[in-house]
Structure formats: C-alpha cells, structure tokens
C-alpha cells in the first residue's frame, strides 16, 4: 500500500488517499470527537471494497466499483493509522472504533470477517469496538452468519452494527437505495440473534432526507426498542446528494424536531449524531469521495 496523499486536519479527521495492487485507489479516514481527547475516543473508517456496487443516491463512492480489498489490505489502512500514532501498537484509547464504513458495502466482501478475527490479537487495545454499517443485501446471508459468530467468539457486547434503513417507505427506500436488500422483518430477527443483553444495541440509521417519511409506530411494528435504537444523521452535501436534489431534513441548529419526538414517544432510544461541520469541507463524512484532492502529504 502506498499513501499518496492526504485531507484534513489532525484534530478533526484526515482523509487518506493510497494506491493498493494494480493501481486501484481506495480511501480510509481517522477522526476525533472534539473536546473529547485521541486517548479516550479515536475513531478509524475503513474502505472494504473498491468503490461500491450499489450507487446509493446520495453517496459519491457509488461512482464506480473495481472489486473487493483482500484482508491484509483492510488491515493494511488501520495498520498504518495505528503506526502514525501508536508504533507500539499499544492502543489507549478507552473507545477504539473501527468502522468497516468508508468506501463500499462490507457484506459483499467476505474478507472483512477474516480482518475482524485478526483485529484483537494484533494490538494492544482495550477498548477495540468494531463497527458494521450495511444495508442488508439479499444474497449476503452466509457473510451475516459468519459476522453473528466471530462476534460471539470474540467480541460479545463490544460489537457495533448498524442497518441502513433511511425511510420507512419501501418505494422510498428501493429508489435510495437500488439493490435487493432484506425487509424488516428479516433484519428485525437477525438483530434480534445478534444483540446480546448488556452489550449495545442495534442501530437503524436513517441519513434523513425531506421528505423521506419515517413513521414511527411502524418501526415499532417490526423493531423492539429493548433491543433496536434509532440514528438520526444528516444527508452529508455530496455531489449524488445535489444531482438527486436530496435535502438533509436534520439541520445543525435544530436539536429536536418532530420526528425525534415520535421515535422518542414510542419508546426508542433516539441519536442525533450531527458531527464537525468542518468535516463537510473536509470530505471525511459518511458518502464523501475526496480521492480528486491529489494533494501531497
């Protein structure tokens, strides 16, 4: 793997452009949390695949897809993040998140479960939590229970996964996202076999869009709020998010708004997870591809 460049700033994120085997590019990212310090929260997004399949509308990875990274080129990019901060590979950091998140669908790739086995044996990290944002696409069934078990063997409760769900209207959703992917039902009983009592709880993201309905009682249908949470992100600025004429529908200065209140009646635990504004401009964010920034390091 060779660094070509980089984007960002060191207290927020930085965005790292590197060049893999026969030439293909992919991007991964470190970020912080400010005010809180690298030593208690570090946060690294890897790519898993060569751009994505699924050309989601409002995600600018989807500009192209070359293939799947093979393990040691997933741990490659938290290998070199860890080695710029920590040479020792003893990780302090009290939450040690690595997010399979940056560049394409980590269920299409079965080598990110053989990263996943390799992770806790090759730092000294004990506050490692992987994180697994999907959308849950049909055919991927062997990789989820391949997921459900290296996550039992070695990481109990201490597992972040994520489905992908931005609306609850299924025509809606379908045209958000155009790839067969499982209904809620099915993800609701997979979630169900995943979660374990104590450990966290399954998240349904929703990178919410105007008018993208999510209606609250039929989530409460299909997800149990003793063991499903709700997301709420804003629809980062891509040029997919603009071309589709996507609006975000949460907003930086509106700390509660109307479908938060009927989540939050219903009985969800509700996040609002609106991040740096800084990381806008810094293409670090979820569904931003910055590998056009040839800038030298």
Request: glycine share 8%; charged share 25%.
């Amino acid at each position: 793997m060779k660094v070509l460049a980089k984007t960002g700033t060191e207290d927020i994120a930085v965005v790292y452009i590197a060049e893999m085997d026969g030439g293909r590019r992919i991007e991964f990212v470190e970020s912080v949390q400010p005010p809180i310090p690298r030593e208690e929260k570090w946060v690294l997004i890897v790519s898993t695949l060569y751009g994505c399949p699924v050309r989601c509308r409002f995600c600018d990875a989807g500009s192209h897809y070359r293939g799947k990274l093979p393990a040691r080129e997933i741990l490659a990019q938290i290998d070199y993040m860890v080695a710029r901060r920590y040479p020792d590979k003893i990780v302090p950091a009290g939450k040690f998140k690595i997010q399979f998140a940056r560049m394409g669908e980590p269920a299409f790739n079965e080598h990110v479960i053989e990263a996943l086995a390799a992770l806790p044996g090759r730092y000294e990290a004990p506050g490692l939590m992987p994180a697994l944002s999907t959308i849950a696409p049909v055919g991927a069934e062997r990789f989820f229970e391949r997921l459900l078990a290296v996550k039992k063997e070695l990481y109990g409760g201490r597992f972040q996964l994520q489905f992908s769900i931005h609306t609850t209207d299924r025509k809606m959703r379908d045209w958000l996202v155009p790839a067969p992917k499982w209904d809620f039902d099915r993800i609701a009983s997979y979630g169900e076999r995943f979660y374990e009592s104590g450990g966290r709880k399954i998240a349904l993201n929703f990178a919410l869009a105007e008018g993208m309905p999510v209606d609250a009682a039929e989530l409460r249908r299909h997800f149990s709020p003793d063991i499903f949470l709700i997301k709420l992100t804003p629809v980062n600025p891509t040029h997919r998010a603009r071309r589709n004429e996507i609006v975000s529908h949460i907003r930086p200065d509106e700390e509660r708004n109307a479908v938060v209140d009927s989540l939050r009646e219903v009985g969800y635990e509700v996040i609002v997870s609106i991040g740096e504004l800084a990381e806008n401009h810094i293409g670090s964010n979820c569904g931003q591809y910055v590998s056009a920034a040839e800038r030298p390091i």
